[in-house]
């Protein structure tokens, strides 16, 4: 059977293109596909390749939002946004190897939401947004509107993810990981903390991955919100193991199918990552 | 239907009509000769395939040959050819000079692979540690030599170019 490869250069050639097959697969790194089995790869039989569309390299920055196109690799995203989104900075800086970071692109991240990837909770902490463009027009959706289900997203079948917003300069955040060998392996778990300190009262924004999917701690924010209105800025140790239980309990609460060993190193890393946020006093 | 690729490998134009699923390191080795890119893993573990795409390393297993169009390829066999003449040492780049002044490999399968990474690493930058250089080869697999005497490689190459490194002796990979 033949295959059709579709060249776009323009995202009014993308979206007319997206229109006519919408069964093509749509890449522009194509770092996800060309790692699965190659049985993956024939299951198509009409790809679009985005990685010449100008419009998806764009970014600009707004007072309080800064814009980065889809076709961002994450290399480049891990430079552009490490002073401005510095968890979704070592985010990108935290996938696969070298080489997948200088092909692999933000779009491509965010259109497969896998559910045990590095970006998704660095994406619900710090509160990003995509933006969807077809041939009537654009939308922006918060992230948390992005995903349905694991690997199952709001995109619609005349959409392409055209770039991904974040607020800027909001105030320390922190993304770590931890799983087997970093280059090689999803993280089996991993959180992101962001404090709002743009706010009267500055907030803390937790979300984390322990392999199901990412997702936000409301009570674990909560606690830290109220935490860090009271202590100021040194976290006492107290403090941390307190939050370690609220996030062992929390993620008992999502999944009964969570091991142990799981939910604890989980507690441990998040308590780890809310200790650097919250160190990090210059900005509070 | 075949997907015609325009492209630059080691700055030689070459236009190809190939089929669009074919792999990078395939239409590299088998059309165009060039079997210094290894195969090693065909799955993007082991890093012996890595190139240059646009002088960023990539892994060539990982990447359709469709994609290159337009784009410029460097391969180990053009790795010389990336540093002006007065930086090569007896017609070699300075990586690959290192990798034979260290003893950087052993069977020498991962070595090709190996040095389009940390060639790339030095390309960008001023100043490293030893964890920076190990960081930078995590996507390379050696099953060889224990990779202290290819991070040794790196480090007289880096010395070579005008980079910087800081020996950090607890560093490990």
Known sequence: ?284 | MGVTVHTRVNGQPIEREIEARQLLVYFLRDELGLTGTHVGCDTSQCGACTVWLDGRAVKSCTVLAAQVDEHEVTTVEGLAETVPEAQRIEGLHPVQAGFWEKHGLQCGFCTPGMMMTAAELLANSERLSQQEIREALEGNICRCTGYQDIVDAVAFAAEKMGVSVERDVTASI
């Open chain 1, 1 to 284: 059977m033949g295959t059709d490869w579709f060249r776009p250069i323009s995202l009014e050639e993308a979206l007319e293109l997206r229109m006519t097959y919408p069964d093509a697969y749509l890449l522009c790194g194509a770092t996800h596909l060309m790692t699965q089995p190659r049985t993956a790869l024939s299951q198509y039989t009409r790809f679009i390749d985005l990685s010449r569309v100008e419009q998806l390299y764009g970014c600009h920055t707004e007072e309080c939002v800064i814009q980065v196109g889809a076709a961002f690799s994450y290399a480049r995203a891990a430079d552009f946004l490490a002073s401005t989104v510095p968890a979704v900075a070592q985010a990108c800086r935290s996938v696969g190897t070298p080489q997948v970071r200088n092909k692999g692109t933000l779009g491509g991240a965010v259109a497969l939401s896998l559910p045990n990837a590095d970006l998704p909770p660095a994406l619900l902490a710090v509160g990003a947004e995509v933006v969807l463009t077809s041939t009537v027009g654009s939308r922006v959706l918060p992230i948390e509107a992005w995903v349905c289900e694991p690997s199952q997203t709001s995109l619609q079948p005349d959409e392409i993810i055209t770039a991904l917003r974040f607020p800027r300069d909001q105030g320390p955040q922190a993304y770590h990981r931890l799983g087997r060998r970093a280059a090689f392996c999803f993280p089996e778990v991993a959180a992101a903390i962001a404090i709002d300190a743009t706010l009267p009262s500055p907030y803390v924004r937790i979300a984390m991955t322990v392999g199901t999917g990412a997702f936000r701690l409301l009570h674990a924010e909560q606690f830290a919100t109220e935490a860090l209105s009271m202590m100021g800025t040194e976290p006492p140790e107290e403090i941390g193991m307190e939050f370690y239980g609220i996030v062992e309990e929390t993620l008992a609460a999502h999944s009964a199918e969570i091991p142990e060993v799981v939910r604890t190193s989980a507690a441990a890393v998040a308590v780890r990552t809310l200790q650097e946020v919250w160190s990090d006093g210059d900005h509070l």
